[in-house]
T-cell receptor, first 114, second 113 residues
């Protein structure tokens, strides 16, 4: 079974540009999470979905960030406009319903905003 | 509110020696506890979890962890460290009834040949 798939693996862009990160969760998993990892803050939860519906977006840093999940097999995290402080590794993770289930992480998207 | 503390940013251990990576947690109810490992330029990989039952849980790659309710700790251990165990280790907690995991800041383990 394929794991969580993220694209792109690396993105270098200039300040002000729009960035779109993509995620395909594991088939059958109905929870999807977006995390951001930086040296300063560690792993931060940005937003999570259940059955394609956003449940908690309190971790989204500001209005420049938005996330969607149009169907069970695809989610996007968009930053518009991007800023240098958005540089980080963004992880997508998924799990099945069931309180004891562990998260399965993608390989991450490393974003550099110049 | 839930929180996780990993008091050591860095742990160094000689190959073949036992290793311990510390984790303490704070939740308002009973916790679900997890350990993950991250190798360079990779995503986090699940190692083991405590849900209920035996306080000593065994996981992947020979790792184990002991749940201690009175000390609110969930330390990761391995009897004999390998150089290939060198990585970043994260402890995580989820309160019963919550959906998201809360991660510690991570501990970098270096196993010295």
């Amino acid at each position: 079974d394929a794991g969580v798939i993220q694209s792109p693996r690396h993105e270098v862009t200039e300040m002000g540009q729009e960035v779109t990160l993509r995620c395909k969760p594991i088939s059958g998993h109905d929870y999807l999470f977006w995390y951001r990892q930086t040296m300063m803050r560690g792993l931060e939860l940005l937003i999570y979905f259940n059955n394609n519906v956003p449940i908690d977006d309190s971790g989204m840093p500001e209005d420049r960030f938005s996330a969607k999940m149009p169907n069970a097999s695809f989610s996007t995290l968009k930053i518009q406009p991007s800023e240098p402080r958005d540089s980080a590794v963004y992880f997508c993770a998924s799990r099945r319903t069931g309180a004891t289930g562990e998260l399965f992480f993608g390989e991450g998207s490393r974003l550099t905003v110049l | 509110a839930q929180s996780v503390a990993q008091p050591e940013d860095q742990v160094n251990v000689a190959e073949g020696n036992p290793l311990t990576v510390k984790c303490t947690y704070s939740v308002s109810g009973n916790p679900y506890l997890f350990w993950y490992v991250q190798y360079p330029n990779r995503g986090l990989q699940f190692l083991l979890k405590y849900i209920t039952g035996d306080n000593l849980v065994k996981g992947s790659y020979g790792f184990e962890a002991e749940f201690n309710k009175s000390q609110t700790s969930f330390h990761l251990k391995k009897p004999s460290a390998l150089v290939s165990d060198s990585a970043l280790y994260f402890c995580a907690v989820r309160e019963i009834g919550a959906n998201n995991l809360f991660f510690g800041t991570g501990t970098r383990l270096t196993v010295i040949p």
